[in-house]
């Protein structure tokens, strides 16, 4: 019988890296917040750095057949609400969430009190491989890419990606990061020049970084 995998495991995967990846899994992930309970690691928080987009996994269990199913659900919360659309505006979004979720392990459902939207793919953690784990992962960030560019919202897609990178930054710079190693880190990983770089770590190091945390 094939073995189970635990959300240890899919941690360590993200986290073990390497510096010319191949694979998505193999990009150098940063954890930034975990959940543990009873029985072990039960939530990852972790950003993809070359994008970036935050990723939450989620361990449940569910019974099929009167066998218990240990699942992970990894999801990426979007800031697009529907409860302010008029009628009219929330049926397009709707249909084009249908459209969404008949991609292959694709889901797409509304969370919270304003009805955001989200994007998921559920794993079965009995027997997943890495291979299967990265192809999964592949197909999150495509669906959310996807979804962001069907309702034609680019600029919100964008205001978040700002949002994770100054989160992605302020990890790194708790952990040690010297300047000079964030400043590389945004001109290779996002394609910056220098100097917008180096005024993007002085607002976060300076009066400006809880106004650029949370804006």
Same mark, same amino acid.
């Given at each position: $019988?094939?073995? $189970?995998?635990?959300?240890?495991?899919?941690?360590?995967?993200?986290?073990?890296?390497?510096?010319?990846?191949?694979?998505?899994?193999?990009?150098?992930?940063? /954890?930034?917040?975990?959940?543990?309970?009873?029985?072990?690691?039960?939530?990852?928080?972790?950003?993809?750095?070359?994008?970036?987009?935050?990723?939450? /996994?989620?361990?449940?269990?569910?019974?099929?057949?009167?066998?218990?199913?240990?699942?992970?659900?990894?999801?990426?919360?979007?800031? /697009?609400?529907?409860?302010?659309?008029?009628?009219?505006?929330?049926?397009r979004?709707?249909?084009?969430?249908? @459209? /969404?979720?008949?991609?292959?392990?694709?889901? @797409?459902?509304?969370?919270?009190d304003?009805l955001?939207?989200?994007?998921?793919?559920?794993? %079965?953690?009995?027997?997943?491989?890495?291979?299967?784990f990265?192809?999964?992962?592949?197909?999150?960030?495509?669906g959310?890419?996807?979804?962001?560019?069907?309702?034609?919202?680019?600029?919100?897609? %964008? $205001?978040?990606?700002?949002?994770?990178?100054?989160?992605?930054?302020?990890?790194?710079?708790q952990?040690?990061?010297?300047?000079?190693?964030?400043?590389r880190?945004?001109?290779?990983?996002?394609? $910056?020049?220098?100097?917008?770089?180096?005024?993007?770590?002085?607002?976060?190091?300076?009066?400006?970084?809880?106004?650029?945390?949370?804006?």
């Open positions: $019988m094939a073995g $189970m995998v635990s959300l240890e495991v899919l941690r360590d995967w993200l986290r073990e890296g390497v510096d010319d990846p191949s694979t998505i899994v193999d990009v150098k992930w940063v /954890i930034t917040g975990e959940k543990r309970g009873e029985s072990g690691l039960e939530q990852i928080t972790a950003i993809f750095p070359d994008l970036p987009i935050r990723v939450i /996994i989620i361990g449940f269990q569910v019974e099929e057949m009167g066998d218990k199913l240990n699942l992970a659900r990894m999801v990426v919360e979007t800031p /697009i609400d529907t409860i302010s659309m008029d009628l009219k505006d929330r049926e979004v709707y249909r084009k969430l249908l @459209s /969404i979720s008949r991609m292959p392990v694709v889901k @797409s459902y509304l969370y919270g304003d955001n939207i989200a994007v998921a793919v559920d794993l %079965n953690l009995r027997g997943l491989t890495k291979e299967e990265n192809d999964s992962l592949a197909m999150l960030l495509a959310v890419l996807h979804l962001y560019k069907e309702l034609g919202m680019e600029e919100t897609l %964008n $205001m978040e990606l700002w949002r994770n990178l100054a989160i992605l930054l302020s990890n790194y710079m952990s040690g990061w010297t300047r000079e190693q964030l400043t880190f945004l001109v290779e990983k996002a394609g $910056m020049s220098r100097e917008e770089a180096e005024k993007i770590i002085d607002t976060l190091m300076g009066e400006g970084r809880k106004g650029m945390l949370y804006m």
